[in-house]
């Protein structure tokens, strides 16, 4: 399964990164989001894929049993969730205004800052 | 310590020196000049111990594990160079108090002045190579402050900026020399170097070691070919001149090639390099001294030449040559700042700097032409002068030469002689003969300027008639630190008739006669084009492409790389990425036995990896923006659903709320931006396909490499093991989050929280 990922995380740069180069600026957001699903997965992968098994502590053990999907990179990628959020996010309000102000999403237009 | 804690005290009167000035006013360049008595005075309670053959060495841990210590290192060459900075640096401070009274930046210019007196004195006075280095580099930035003191004239700027391109280049490859040489020895500590030159000369690294250290040292110290720099320099004020660029920043490069002599010296490298770099020097510089009529830099270029001869006696490295060169060493700084001292004075109240319209000054300047006809005797090298000892030794050096003794001996009076006649033109010249000045009120300068002269250009005579008070003890152990054991130096004036006295009888003749030629001689080059000549060949014109090169390229690579375009941009980040990346993937295993790895995915997997692919191409291929949103929310609950699959249901969870907030967001957003529509050509498109394919093939490519080598992680079995006991949570994940990396949680909710600001800003902001 894990190679079928890889495969699935390739496709999702590839992706990411063609939106990302368009000149919209709407395209260039919606890559934006891509790209962060295509990072989040990448490390979920690289901490190897266990079925099932959530890293919780049972009922009266002491420690995690093995096997158990690895904490680690679990941790990483919750940051990374609400981080690429706060980005995302930022970046739509930050876009809306840009059209508002200059009137034209296409990125090329936007080259210059003493032309506005 | 002490004299670390003097070094630190120096840097500090340099930041005070301006708001000091303020208060002192008028007296300031000598209250200044207190300091680096001081210090002369310190140095000189050291001699005695040091003169007994007891080097003090004191070690400041710094960064102790690298090797680098702020140590000192005082020995006889030190002691006198320090003594040179120090004693010389006092006499300049009083007199650039009275040369620069009105300048508006007197203050600015005691700051720079004293923060290049600190840097020498620690790189004089440094014990490791990497402490002495930091020193060499703040010598030239402090310098490149003082030639650049009138920053108001483009010429000085000009000067300044050249005097620290070249030394600083040349900085670059000492640095590199100096890694070598510590690498080789083990160590980075002056004073264990200098017992282990036998297997540092037979390391594989002596060769580019020794080269790099010798550019060093050549661009500090103004060799040919990187001499033009120093007359250059000339713009600075003349106390700077003199200080500079007669008795400390161009001595430098000679201080570490003595320093390092009995490490690196020795060998046919060595003396090819070293001493013939300095006799082509001696002789150019020499030629170059006869050309300008500005005193200053006729001064300048009789330095270089200077600068050669002492450079060619280190590169010999036999006992005579070693005494010889810190003879030249004394009789140089002496002459040279008096020189220097007398040529600002002069131009102080004349304001002609111009040899040719200078003459028979000294009935109205007694003192300061006594000053300059002492320093002009000692240039010349003619007896009562410590010139005259130290030429005698120079000849005699060059007449016990292992190789062609005639031939240097030759080259040695050729220079020699061709100083006598600048001796000449700079120290007598304007002082004698008809005044050509009618100005009714030209009088003596004041005390504090030619006190300096006077002192410098009395020492030079007076140490050569006591030579056993002072001049004899200081060379004796100097040339002990050179040479690398004790050695007893009797310096004297008179040799009884020998071929040295006969070499300097011919000088002296020669030099008479270069200065009657002088004219005749121009008129030859002048009709020889040399100056077009030089201009068009010389390196100063190597300089110049020099930078101009860089300018290109830099305008070059800007246009290349900053074209204001962002997917440009992205594309560049993207193939640097694929080729630094790209070309160190290696994929170990052969690709069947990936199948095996995808035909154990479940059925239920591959249907939501199908379904995330798809959605992924419609966000890529629709024209619909509300199609393209919907399709990015797909991917993102596929993701959660892996999430969900593989064990992570806290990840799970938050995908599944951040995207439906996303979704929302954007369809709220987007709905009110513009319908698609096709920006980019056809063939723009197929490039970024190809582009963005290249790079999602090398990450999967990347993953697959990764996956290949199995994994142990040594932090998943201590959370597993730690996070009930320590933290008293079972979800490790939370754990993780709120406790063991806590510190990283606030970090996110601090981004958060400026996001949500930036966001709450956007929105009410209102436009004009």
Known sequence: MDVVLAIAVGGLYAAGLYMMMRRSIVKLIIGLGLLSHASNLLIFTMGRLIRGRPPLIAPGAEALAEPYADPLPQALILTAIVIGFGVQAFAVVLIKRVYEIVGTDDLDQMKRTDEL | ?768
Do not use: C
């Open chain 2, 1 to 768: 310590m002490n004299l670390i804690l003097g070094l630190v005290l120096t840097f500090l009167l340099a930041a005070l020196a301006p708001r000091l000035h303020a208060l002192l006013k008028e007296t300031s360049g000598w209250v200044f000049a207190m300091w680096p008595l001081a210090w002369t005075i310190v140095i000189g309670s050291l001699a005695q111990q040091v003169i007994e053959g007891d080097s003090v060495y004191i070690r400041y841990p710094w960064m102790s594990q690298l090797g680098v210590n702020l140590s000192l290192y005082v020995d006889g060459l030190s002691l006198l160079f320090a003594l040179l900075i120090s004693g010389i640096g006092a006499l300049v401070l009083i007199y650039s108090g009275s040369y620069l009274k009105r300048h508006r930046y007197l203050g600015r210019f005691y700051l720079f002045i004293l923060l290049f007196m600190g840097s020498m004195l620690g790189l004089v006075l440094s014990g490791n190579l990497i402490s002495m280095f930091v020193f060499w580099e703040l010598t030239s930035l402090s310098s490149y402050f003082l030639i650049g003191f009138d920053h108001e004239r483009e010429e000085a700027r000009r000067a300044a900026l050249q005097a620290m391109v070249v030394t600083g280049m040349g900085g670059l490859a000492l640095l590199a020399g100096l890694l070598l040489l510590g690498q080789a020895g083990g160590t980075l500590e002056i004073a264990a170097l200098l017992k282990q030159g036998e297997t540092l000369r037979t390391s594989p690294h002596y060769l580019p070691a020794l080269a790099l250290i010798v550019i060093g040292a050549f661009t500090k110290s103004a060799q040919v070919p990187f001499h033009f720099w120093l007359p250059n320099a000339m713009e600075a004020p003349t106390p700077v001149s003199a200080y500079l660029h007669s008795a400390t920043m161009v001595k430098a490069g000679i201080y570490l090639l003595a320093r390092l002599s009995p490490v690196l010296g020795g060998t046919a490298a060595w003396q090819l390099m070293v001493a013939g770099g300095g006799l082509v020097t001696m002789v150019l510089g020499a030629i170059m001294a006869l050309g300008p009529s500005d005193l200053k830099r006729i001064l300048a270029y009789s330095t270089v030449s200077t600068l050669g001869t002492l450079t060619f006696l280190i590169g010999l490295g036999t006992p005579l040559a070693a005494k010889a060169a810190m003879a030249l060493l004394l009789a140089h700084a002496m002459y040279k700042g008096a020189l220097f001292l007398v040529a600002g004075a002069v131009d102080h109240e004349i304001g002609i700097r111009d040899v040719r319209r200078l003459g028979g000054l000294g009935q109205f300047m007694p003192v300061t032409a006594t000053a300059a006809g002492m320093a002009a005797l000692s240039m010349a090298g003619l007896p009562p002068s410590i010139g005259f000892i130290s030429k005698e030794l120079l000849y005699e050096a060059q007449l016990h030469a292992l190789h062609s003794p005639t031939l240097l001996a030759g080259t040695g009076v050729l220079a020699s002689g061709l100083l006598v006649a600048v001796a000449g033109i700079v120290g007598l010249r304007p002082f004698f003969g008809h005044p050509i000045h009618r100005k009714r009120h030209l009088h003596e300068p004041p005390l504090s300027l030619w006190l300096g002269p006077l002192l410098l250009g009395g020492a030079g005579i007076a140490l050569a008639i006591v030579p056993e008070i002072a001049a004899s003890p200081l060379i004796s152990t100097a040339v002990s630190a050179v040479l690398g054991k004790p050695t007893v130096v009797e310096l004297r004036l008179w040799h009884g008739p020998n071929p040295s006295l006969a070499l300097s009888a011919l000088t002296v003749i020669a030099g008479a006669g270069f200065y009657a030629a002088q004219p005749f001689l121009l008129d030859i080059a002048a009709r020889a084009h040399l100056k077009e000549w030089m201009a068009r060949w010389g390196p100063q014109r190597g300089y110049e492409r020099m930078l101009q090169g860089l300018n290109a390229l830099a305008t070059a690579q800007t246009r290349l790389l900053q074209s204001g375009f962002l997917r440009f941009y992205l594309m560049i980040i993207v193939l640097t990425t694929i080729a630094l990346v790209g070309s160190t993937i290696i994929i170990p295993e052969p690709l069947s036995r990936w199948l095996s790895r995808i035909v154990d995915a479940r059925p239920y997997e591959l249907i939501i990896v199908v379904l995330m692919g798809v959605a992924t191409l419609m966000a890529v291929l629709t024209s619909s923006r509300l199609a393209a949103v919907a399709a990015l929310g797909i991917v993102g609950y596929g993701v959660a659903l892996l999430y969900m699959l593989f064990g992570a249901p806290d990840l799970a969870m938050t995908q599944f709320a951040v995207e439906t907030l996303t979704v929302i967001l954007l369809v709220l957003v987007v709905y009110r931006l513009p319908r698609f529509t096709r920006l980019s050509g056809r063939s723009a498109r197929l490039r970024d396909t190809a582009l963005a394919l290249a790079a999602g093939g090398m990450m999967t490519a990347l993953m697959l490499m990764v996956l290949s080598a199995p994994l142990k992680s040594r932090l998943a079995p201590f959370f597993a093991a730690n996070s009930l006991t320590l933290a008293k949570g079972r979800n490790v994940v939370n754990v993780i989050l709120v406790d063991f990396r806590a510190l990283d949680t606030l970090g996110e909710i601090t981004v958060l929280a400026v996001a949500a600001i930036g966001v709450y800003a956007l929105l009410k902001l209102r436009t004009e």
